[in-house]
């Protein structure tokens, strides 16, 4: 069991977690947009998520925090 | 649940000015997360350079000193012979602050073989000014001030500042890493560690070249300039270590 939590309010939709992410399991979100404007990064399948921690280790926001 | 990954308390909650995507916040991460693993945030004095990075004492959670354009080792070099041997003093400085108008700051710090440890970012342009050639920019590349891509006739062939360095007698480590991948990354924080270590240890002058990217002056998106550092970067800037004493 992984947690993937994202501060959306401070995400700049840049996409370098979705880029890093081996599982393929991230996305820029096609429905939110936060109050700067960006479409926040969102993790699609939870359940498939290892806890790898790369997204995490490439966002240069540091917004993401990841527990197993 | 047990946390696999954190934001480290050496970095403040002020949410940095970077642009989207840019590589200055993984590497402040990176260096913040090896001074609170070293414990030492208390005896840590940074420097920060003139370019995009001016404002990075706003995100450090250590004491930090600004410096005037290229000067940041001259400023670092004081701090450190006043603080002595148990702190640290970093700069944390560009390519067009370290490169070009601190080069003569940079080689004679080394030179001396100061006991700091300075991380220089090259992302092979000047981001703050608007985006024009560096020293580091790559043949052929367009920038502002090379609109038909950088001639190596009229203005020499990109600056290896790693390479340079090494041959200084000074210099205890120099490591040049990058942004591109988990792996890289991973190892520019090994390489920050072994540059702060350097310093505790008193060998003498350490420094890590990171190999980032600047989407809003290179015109690509951020996933595109990642791809791009790996093209065009990689080849012409080899990773790997250049001094190790
Ligand atoms: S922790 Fe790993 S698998 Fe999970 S979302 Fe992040 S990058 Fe993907
Ligand atoms: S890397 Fe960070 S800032 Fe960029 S999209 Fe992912 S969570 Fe948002
Ligand atoms: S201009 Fe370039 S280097 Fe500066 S913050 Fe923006 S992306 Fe980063």
Redesign the interface.
């Known amino acids: 069991?992984?947690?993937v939590t994202i501060n959306e309010e401070?995400c700049?939709?840049?996409?370098?977690c979705?880029?890093?992410c081996p599982k393929k399991i991230m996305q820029l979100s096609k429905t939110k947009l936060n109050s700067k404007g960006?479409h926040p990064a969102e993790v699609t399948e939870p359940e498939a998520c290892i806890?790898?921690?790369?997204c995490?280790?490439?966002?240069?926001?540091?917004v993401?925090?990841?527990?197993? | 649940m047990a946390v696999v990954f954190k934001k480290t308390e050496a970095l403040t909650d002020t949410v940095m000015h970077y642009c989207p995507g840019c590589g200055h916040g993984i590497v402040h991460r990176l260096v913040a997360e090896v001074i609170e693993e070293m414990g030492l945030q208390e005896k840590t004095v940074g420097v920060a350079p003139v370019g995009c990075a001016v404002f990075a004492y706003r995100y450090f959670n250590v004491d930090i000193q600004e410096a005037a354009h290229g000067r940041a080792p001259a400023v670092a070099t004081g701090a450190k012979r006043v603080l002595g041997p148990d702190s640290l003093v970093f700069t944390y400085q560009g390519d067009g602050d370290l490169a070009s108008i601190g080069t003569a700051e940079i080689v004679q710090a080394a030179h001396r073989g100061e006991k700091i440890s300075v991380i220089f970012i090259n992302n092979a342009i000047y981001g703050m000014t608007g985006g024009q050639m560096a020293p580091t920019t790559l043949l052929g590349q367009k920038t502002t001030t090379s609109p038909y891509g950088r001639d190596k006739e009229l203005c020499g062939s990109p600056i290896r500042m790693s390479e340079l360095l090494a041959t200084i007698e000074g210099s205890a480590y120099i490591e040049r890493t990058a942004v591109n991948s988990t792996a890289n990354i991973i190892k520019t924080k090994k390489a920050i560690q072994k540059a702060f270590g350097a310093q505790v240890n008193r060998k003498g002058f350490s420094l890590v070249e990171v190999l980032s990217t600047c989407p809003t002056n290179w015109g690509k998106s951020p996933v595109e300039s990642m791809d791009w550092l790996e093209e065009a970067m990689l080849p012409y800037y080899p990773l790997g270590v250049y001094k190790e004493v």
């Not at chain 1, 806890?51 to 790369?54: E, Q, T, V």
């Not at chain 1, 993401?64 to 197993?68: D, G, L, P």
């Open positions: 069991m992984a947690k401070r700049k939709g840049c996409g370098l979705v880029r890093a960006y806890a790898c921690a790369a995490a280790r490439t966002c240069p926001d540091v993401i925090q990841v527990e197993r």
